[in-house]
Structures are given as structure tokens and as C-alpha cells.
């Protein structure tokens, strides 16, 4: 079924270690976006990607790093990760431009001890 | 001044009545504007989008914008129990004159529908 799939659901890690969170649409949407969801803060923007090898930062871009070598992948990496960046993490695509509509993935709960 | 306001809620509705969501926004320039439900434990889902000043009306749910007073709302009526969720207010914003536009949301507000 087409769709934005991410992986994994859930992680535990620990404060320091890389992590790598995936997310994979097929529907050939140009746009995809990051989001972190956290209590009291809504949704925030980490990065989105207009593009493959088009990248920009969000609101919230530090600790973060991504690619975009393929239209349909934008994972997204922790590079040292630490404990402020436990949050559910949300990817989600959209057809034409930054304020279209954007279809979510099931998210990543992720945990960092 | 957050960019995108909703209240927290929860926002009691009993069943079959109406349950009337609010949201204001700060971008006088903003031109596209979204509404999002969701569950628990579950990811965002688009329930309506409005560009234009006015209602815009989809079965249940009807979306009403007013760009002069900066606000849109989001109406459901004949409430069920389902519709319990949190609903999220989307709003497209301009950063500045070189920069992309970009969508802010909005915390949310929880809305129970209560038999």
C-alpha cells in the first residue's frame, strides 16, 4: 500500500550513542518533514527537504543531521544523542510545497537514558 | 506571543451536540490553514484545510476562517464519542521576504464527547 513508513516504532538508547531514525513514502511526494512532538510544545519542526540532495532547518535543528539521496527516504540522525532529545518523532510528507498538506507516519517513540 | 494559539482544553461536548474548536494565529499573511485530529498514542491525521475567508464545509466537520480577526475554527457537529482525540491547529506562516514559508502548529486541544 502506498503510505510513510517509519522505523523503528520504538528505541531505547543511551545518552552519546548515534541514532538513526527512517522514514520511507511512496507516493512520490517532493516535500518531507521532521517533527518532534513533546508536551506541552505541539509539534516543531527539526528539517524538512524541498527535494533529494535539498535540505533545510527547522525550528528545533540542533543535535540533528539529515540526507535525502532518494525522493522517497529522509532519515533523520542523532548524532550524540542526549536525554532532551527523547520525544516522538514524526515524519511526514506532502505533494507540492512547505504549507500544502502533509500526511504523517505512525512515528518513533524514542527514548534516551 | 506564540504564533499559532489554541486552547489546551479538555473541551467537554455531550454526544450529538456541537463542538466548536478555536485557534488564532499571529502572520497577517498567512493564506493556508489546517486542521489535524489526533488519537492517543497515534500519529496526526488532515481532517480539513480552508485558504479562503468563510466556511468550508466537509460532512461533519466545518472549517470557518476569518482572516481579518486572525482566527479559524473548526466545528463539528452530531459529536460522537470517536471524535474524542486532540485536534491540532496548522497554520502556514511567512518567515521573511527571502525565506520559504513554512506550517507552525499549534499545541492542540483535547476534546471529549461524553455519552
Known amino acids: 500500500d502506498a503510505g510513510i513508513t517509519q522505523s523503528p516504532r520504538y528505541k531505547i538508547t543511551e545518552t552519546g550513542r548515534q541514532v538513526t531514525l527512517m522514514c520511507h513514502q511512496t507516493?512520490?511526494?517532493?516535500?518531507m518533514f521532521w517533527y518532534r512532538q513533546d508536551l506541552g510544545h505541539g509539534l516543531r519542526l527539526i528539517y524538512y527537504?524541498?527535494?533529494?540532495?535539498?535540505?533545510d532547518k527547522g525550528e528545533v535543528p540542533d543535535g540533528y543531521v539529515v540526507s535525502r539521496s532518494k525522493t522517497e527516504n529522509f532519515p533523520l540522525t542523532l548524532e550524540s544523542a542526549t536525554r532532551s532529545q527523547t520525544s516522538v518523532y514524526f515524519c511526514?510528507?506532502?505533494?507540492?510545497?512547505?504549507?500544502?498538506?502533509?500526511?504523517f507516519g505512525d512515528g518513533t517513540r524514542l527514548s534516551i537514558l | 506571543q506564540k504564533e499559532v494559539e489554541q486552547n489546551s482544553g479538555p473541551l467537554s461536548v455531550p454526544e450529538g451536540a456541537i463542538a466548536s474548536l478555536n485557534c488564532t494565529y499571529s502572520d497577517r499573511g498567512s493564506q493556508s490553514f489546517f486542521w489535524y485530529r489526533q488519537y492517543s498514542g497515534k500519529s496526526p491525521e488532515l481532517i480539513m484545510f480552508?485558504?479562503?475567508?468563510g466556511d468550508k464545509e466537509d460532512g461533519r466537520f466545518t472549517a470557518q476562517l476569518n482572516k481579518a480577526s486572525q482566527y479559524v475554527s473548526l466545528l463539528i457537529r452530531d459529536s460522537q464519542p470517536s471524535d474524542s482525540a486532540t485536534y491540532l491547529c496548522a497554520v502556514e506562516v511567512s518567515p521573511g521576504y527571502s525565506s520559504a514559508s513554512k506550517i507552525i502548529f499549534g499545541s492542540g486541544t483535547r476534546l471529549s464527547i461524553r455519552p
Open positions: 480552508i485558504y479562503s475567508n
Open positions: 507516493w512520490s511526494h517532493s516535500y
Open positions: 511526514a510528507s506532502s505533494e507540492e510545497g512547505e504549507s500544502q498538506p502533509q500526511h
Open positions: 527537504s524541498a527535494a533529494a540532495d535539498i535540505t
